[in-house]
């Protein structure tokens, strides 16, 4: 039996309410960081990054554009595969342009490291990161948003955009995956 297959329940671990609120605190700093941009692209990393993308531009008192980058993921598993591949690139351009780059969960850092040396490339104006979540005790390669929402434990989570191969996403909380 696959290990998406096996019965889990999902144990509560961070509320909407807690989400909204970090988000709200999240977009006063990235306000002051840009203030003054001309455009802003807000780059969100498919497809766990999805629900928080949304409400984050909400949030957001600037002028944005948005775009999506998909790198290869976990698959159905739980572990990273550790080598990137960009599955779907931007429709844009970002060449002396402001970007911020929204991810969902930073855990081994392969993934960030990965967009951020791609987009680096591409002389950006100035590229940020946001994270809505860090798990830093998973780290292999040296990377840290330049935000992040919350630093977890090294649980397995799901919930608010994020799966456990596909599943999930729709919770509005973040929840910890606990096999039964
Ligand atoms: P990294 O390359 O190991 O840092 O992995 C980052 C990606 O793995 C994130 O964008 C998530 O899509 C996925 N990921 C990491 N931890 C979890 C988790 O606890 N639940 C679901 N997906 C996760
Ligand atoms: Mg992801």
Redesign the pocket.
Known sequence: MGVSERPYVIDRMISAKAIAARIEALCGEIQSEFAGTDKLIVVG?LR??FVFIADLVRELDLPIEVDFLE?S??GDG?E?S?E?RILKDLRGAIEGRDVLVV??????????HHVIRLLQGRNPARLRTIALLD?PT?R?VDVKADWTGFEIPD????GYG???AQRNRNLPFIGKVRFT
């Open positions: 990393l766990g990054s790198a993921s976990y739980m990273s550790r990137v991810e969902d969960i930073v855990d081994t850092g392969y993934t960030m798990k998973r292999e649980e397995f989570v799901v994020i799966d456990f």
